[in-house]
């Protein structure tokens, strides 16, 4: 039980300074930002598991793992579901949800109506369906996956890689 708690106390601090960061600082790569923050919080996870007692100071002795270490793997296993599997696909969706995007603005009209011509012009509160694309590859480019010549947009070996790998997990789960 001591593994789920810090997980718990590890995920909290977590979303605090992820929240911190993303509101008070102008970030290009967020994703490896938060990569670096989830192991950041991983090894501090590990740390407090070492340095405090097997009850915490509270827990029953019914609660307390007789196996300190499979304790620990249960709170590490905890603290990357929560932030891999709930945190940064909450993120995402919030961030890069296409669809979502287009439902916000939609609801930011007056009317709380577009037409498809309309969602294409107000895309991302304003900015339009153009300036989306040009963002991702702005940083498709900015990760070495792709290279722009003028009007064309050049695969790089990185790009190659992740899109045959993308590719593949479509095709295993059966994505369109």
């Not at 708690?5 to 909290?12: E, K, P, V």
């Not at 994703?31 to 590990?46: E, F, P, S, T």
């Not at 109506?113 to 369906?129: D, F, H």
Request: glycine share 10%; net charge positive.
């Amino acid at each position: 039980m001591k593994g789920v708690i810090l997980a718990g106390a590890a995920t909290g601090l977590y979303v605090v300074v992820l929240t911190v960061i993303l509101r008070t600082l102008t970030l290009k790569r967020r994703a490896i930002v938060m990569i670096r923050l989830y192991v950041a919080g991983a090894v501090l996870l590990v740390l407090a598991f070492v340095v405090t007692p097997p009850d915490l100071g509270f827990l029953p002795q019914p609660l307390v793992a007789a196996q300190g270490w499979a304790d620990l793997c249960v709170g590490v296993l905890v603290y990357s579901a929560c932030v891999l599997g709930g945190v940064l696909q909450v993120y995402n969706l919030a961030e890069r949800g296409f669809s979502l995007r287009i439902l916000i603005d939609i609801y930011e009209s007056d009317e709380q109506q577009l037409t498809i011509s309309e969602i294409a012009c107000r895309y991302g509160a304003g900015r339009g369906i153009r300036w989306m694309y040009s963002k991702r590859i702005e940083d498709a480019c900015t990760q070495g996956l792709v290279r722009l010549d003028g009007d064309s947009v050049h695969l790089l070996k990185p790009g190659k890689r992740l899109a045959g790998a993308c590719r593949w997990l479509r095709e295993v789960y059966g994505l369109a």
